[in-house]
Nanobody, 118 residues
């Protein structure tokens, strides 16, 4: 079992930055990928970015060149650096972990709200 706790969300003006954190704990020994999803009101949850072991990160087109995913293995923490934020980035952001090579995430965090004002 893996537990994920997100933090770092908040209210920011357009053009600003936020860094989200996802602290992982539990039986972490077989993880294929870690990433971030987001869900805005009235929209379905979408994949923002993920990174799998030994591979380059994936980014949704909407966040390329603005968001950066990273991981501090010593702290078992996943990060999402969000720059040049836009109002359309407003959403609940969720950390997710997948143990296998395919399929949906196996573990989810509770989410952290990001609100970008114009």
């Amino acid at each position: 079992q893996v537990q994920l706790v997100e933090s770092g969300g908040g209210l920011v003006q357009a053009g600003g930055s936020l860094r989200l954190s996802c602290a992982a704990s539990g039986s972490i020994f077989s993880i294929n990928a870690m990433g971030w999803y987001r869900q805005a009101p009235g929209k379905e949850r979408e994949l923002v970015t993920f990174i799998s072991t030994g591979n380059s990160p994936y980014y949704a087109d909407s966040v390329k060149a603005r968001f950066t995913i990273s991981r501090d293995n010593a702290k078992n923490t996943l990060y999402l650096q969000m720059n040049s934020l836009k109002p359309e980035d407003t959403a609940m952001y969720y950390c997710a972990v997948r143990e296998g090579a395919t399929g949906p995430p196996d573990y989810w965090g509770q989410g952290t709200q990001v609100t970008v004002s114009s």
